[in-house]
């Protein structure tokens, strides 16, 4: 049997130290570049899924409950509404033909021989398990009368499902057909 020097021993050691070492570099740097790398495809891919913004009209019909009572600052009237709204246009996230119901509570305080009306609403999308929540509040137009008619701009405040982390605004015009019943139109901006 040839003998193997001691030498040639420590040399093959070494190089199979080496070996490891460099292999272990070489492993390190390319799961660094990966990661880098995926990273880097996970913003510019898939973060605009989530991102959206855009516009959209709606139009609305409902129909409303008030109860009014006097207080010593004028009178204070309060109800809930409920209806169905369609999108007419639409772009992002509203299309044309998504339709809603929806539900507002509805505060309206004589201030100064001015009305002062505010609305919470939540509009709930079936075809997409999500609901947009809306806040408005104006000092023009009546409300809770015949032919009462008003304008105003609603804040979009949140959402639910396909609709988390909305916010936006729509300029809203609103009239009512009876006492009880109304038409709105929305014209709204959006982003996400």
């Known amino acids: 049997m040839p ?15 080496v070996k490891c070492f460099c292999s272990l570099i070489i492993k390190r740097v390319f799961m660094r570049r990966f990661i880098k790398f995926m990273s ?6 898939v973060s605009p899924t989530y991102a959206a913004e855009g516009t959209y009209e709606a139009m609305s019909m409902g129909e409303a409950a008030f109860n009014t009572i006097e207080t010593a600052d004028g009178s204070l009237m309060m109800g809930k ?34 009305k002062v009306i505010q609305a ?12 947009v929540f809306i806040e408005n509040k104006r000092k023009t137009g009546d409300i809770g009368s015949e032919n009462s008619k008003g304008a105003g701009l ?22 009512y057909i009876k006492v009880t019943k109304s038409v709105t139109k ?6 996400i």
């Open 3 to 17: 003998k193997v020097s001691k030498s040639l021993t420590l040399g093959v050691l070494f190089f199979e130290r």
């Open 40 to 45: 880097l495809v996970s913003v510019l891919f």
């Open 81 to 114: 509404a409920t209806g169905t709204g369609v999108i007419t246009t639409g772009t992002g996230l509203f299309k044309p033909n998504m339709t809603s119901e929806w539900t507002c509570l509805i505060s309206a305080l004589e201030e100064g021989g001015a």
């Open 120 to 131: 919470n609403c939540e509009l709930y999308y079936a075809d997409i398990d999500s609901t």
């Open 154 to 175: 609603v804040k979009i405040t949140g959402g639910t499902g396909q609709f988390s982390g909305i916010s936006g605004s729509c300029d809203y015009s609103i009239q």
């Open 186 to 191: 929305m014209s709204c901006s959006y982003s």
